[in-house]
């Protein structure tokens, strides 16, 4: 029988939208307001976003483009900064591709990570830091992250703008993101959204069924290529969505979902301080 208690500490925490309730076209209509009026608000003068050919930044990207172009029609200055960021050559490039013609952004940016990853993570290795061969691949792959995300800020702050991140959450559940990597941005439209919720916004904006159906993969560690994620968290998004939406789970399926939770709560944590971890004095 699933944790009750449990299942709906965390749907509050990661602010779960209410599947009773869920009308794609209102929740698109919300959440384009919702970053249009902070731009207003903010005075930045656009937005950044990565853009891999997956579902959530096709979406994301998607809603930033009808973002700008509000704050525009309004009288306001905004344009949207879709970066693409390869690892040298990107396997999936057609859905990439297929991506950025679908979004329609205001300007397109190509910044090829591979001479940085390869060069930082060679001086590395260099330095004699322990890298198992087993583990060479990951931790490389967290590097390719956080340097997409290097390139984002830098977009972002020579151009006055605001980064945008993908976390939705499926992925924010389990911490299927890197830490301070695209798990890193400024704003997130698609938060308190389940997987299923976002196809459905995907299919309400019209993106190509190609991506909306897509496998979903991180597609970081090289010995791995396209892994799909849920294939390496051991449990499959629908369920993880199930859960998200107050339903039974398997007991097996709800136990790997809240021990990915609770193993990666410092990812969904701002970095620890004396007094949060110890008390107050």
């Given amino acids: 029988m699933t944790d009750k208690q449990l299942q709906s500490q965390i749907i509050a925490a990661l602010e779960v939208v209410d599947p009773d309730t869920f009308d794609a076209a209102a929740e698109a209509e919300r959440r384009i307001d ?3 009026r902070y731009l207003q608000d903010t005075g930045a003068k656009g937005l950044v976003l990565g853009i891999s050919g997956g579902v959530d930044s096709t979406v994301a990207g998607r809603l930033c483009q009808l973002a700008c172009e509000r704050v525009r029609a309004a009288g306001g200055e ?11 050559v990107q396997k999936d490039e057609e859905d990439a ?9 205001d300007v397109v940016e190509t910044v090829d990570i591979g001479p940085a990853t390869d060069e930082l993570w060679d001086q590395i290795l260099a330095s004699a830091t322990p890298v198992t061969d087993a583990r060479d691949a990951y931790h490389k792959g967290n590097v390719k992250a956080r340097l997409r995300m290097t390139a984002q800020y830098a977009i972002a702050g020579a151009r006055g703008m605001l980064v945008v991140g993908t976390d939705q959450a499926a992925e924010a559940a389990v911490g299927f993101f890197t830490k301070y990597g695209d798990g ?9 959204l389940p997987k299923r919720r976002v196809r459905e916004i995907g299919v309400h ?11 979903p993969t991180a597609d970081l560690e090289s010995d791995k290529p396209m892994l799909p994620d849920e294939e390496a968290l051991g449990v499959r998004y629908d369920v993880v969505d199930d859960y998200l939406e107050g339903r039974d789970v398997p007991a097996e399926d709800e136990a790997t979902i809240v021990g990915w939770y609770r193993r990666t709560a410092h990812k969904r944590a701002l970095p620890v301080t004396p007094d949060g971890y110890l008390g107050r004095r």
């Fill in 78 to 88: 905004a344009r949207f900064v879709a970066v693409r960021l390869p690892y040298r």
């Fill in 205 to 215: 904006l019209g993106t190509p069924e190609a991506l909306v159906n897509k496998v």
């Fill in 34 to 36: 919702f970053l249009a």
């Fill in 97 to 105: 591709a297929a991506a950025v013609e679908f979004i329609a952004p």
């Fill in 184 to 192: 890193a941005a400024d704003v997130t439209p698609l938060f308190g």
